[in-house]
């Protein structure tokens, strides 16, 4: 059971900023295949709100889950772990 005030993070690269206060950012995470036992990597992509426009692509950084802001915007980028150099 979630605790209430508990919000999902991830962390993540950025791989397009294109938009307006707005970033997608690709999470890897690693899952065991049931037949092999080999680790495989799986991406997924979420849209993110940046809110001043600072990060960049090819930052690493910390995403939280909030309120839906728009159709596909569910997340927001809680802090720069890394900056693209």
């Not at 397009?16 to 999470?27: F, G, N, P, Y």
Request: charged share 35%; with cysteine; proline share 1%.
């Amino acid at each position: 059971m979630k605790e209430r005030g508990m919000r999902r993070q991830l962390t993540g690269m950025i791989v397009s900023d294109k938009m307006d206060k707005t970033v997608i950012v690709q999470v890897e995470r690693l899952v065991k295949h049931r037949f092999y036992h080999k680790y495989i990597r799986k991406r997924s992509k979420f849209a993110a709100h940046d809110q001043g426009n600072v990060c960049q692509l090819g930052d690493k950084v910390s995403i939280i889950e909030t309120r839906p802001l728009s159709k596909t915007k569910k997340w927001r980028v809680n802090k720069v772990i890394t900056k693209a150099v």
